[in-house]
T-cell receptor, first 113, second 120 residues
């Protein structure tokens, strides 16, 4: 079975500061890992995903995440926060191709001017 | 590309009525679609997996007679909340998986914008 833990339900950063959203997973098989962003009253948009290969994954809007098997982590980072990054972010895991997604509880990112 | 639409975006209904929500993949075919439910300030909970041409697979604890799913074509899945009650009020989100050869992101789920259901 798969599970996801997102550390910190709320994260607040200043505009221009580093964004770090933490995600740890549990999986009995090699996982596929995803980060999605959700703006209020909207669906989810895929930021990036890891399946196999390079462990540092670059996504849209300047975000990237690194798969660290030894730490069972897939933290999301962005070097410089922008006001438009304020949203809720979800980490998700699946057991590979064709399997369902299991979502973490989400982290709300606030960007202060 | 890879756009998923939902209709309606918002619906308010009286207790006891049934509500149908449509989920369409606009520019790709989706053998598999998923239906999620999201309570305020909570994560998405998978309700069921919708398979084109066959019965949906429901997650444990989800009443299949309450939440009817039909996946009649490769671009359309519907969720019908039957005899809705106030506790069914929620944000319902669908997603579709791009499984076509040469698709933008094989095995990635693309999400619709969601449907806000309020049962009075």
């Amino acid at each position: 079975a798969q599970s996801v833990t997102q550390l910190g339900s709320h994260v607040s950063v200043s505009e221009g500061a580093l964004v770090l959203l933490r995600c740890n997973y549990s999986s009995s098989v090699p996982p596929y890992l995803f980060w999605y962003v959700q703006y209020p009253n909207q669906g989810l948009q895929l930021l990036l995903k890891y399946t196999t290969g390079a462990t540092l994954v670059k996504g849209i809007n300047g975000f990237e995440a690194e798969f660290k098997k030894s730490e069972t982590s897939f933290h999301l980072t962005k070097p410089s926060a922008h006001m438009s990054d304020a949203a809720e972010y979800f980490c998700a895991v699946s057991a590979g191709y064709g399997n369902k997604l299991v979502f973490g509880a989400g982290t709300i990112l606030r960007v202060k001017s | 590309g890879a756009v998923v639409s939902q209709h309606p975006s918002r619906v308010i209904c009286k207790s006891g009525t049934s509500v149908k929500i449509e989920c369409r993949s606009l520019d790709f075919q989706a053998t598999t679609m998923f239906w999620y439910r999201q309570f305020p300030k909570q994560s998405l909970m998978l309700m069921a997996t919708s398979n084109e041409g066959s019965k949906a697979t429901y997650e444990q604890g989800v009443e299949k007679d309450k939440f009817l799913i039909n996946h009649a074509s490769l671009t359309l899945s519907t969720l019908t909340v039957t005899s809705a009650h106030p506790e069914d009020s929620s944000f319902y989100i669908c997603s579709a998986r791009d499984e076509t050869s040469g698709g933008l992101e094989p095995d990635t789920q693309y999400f619709g914008p969601g449907t806000r259901l309020t049962v009075l």
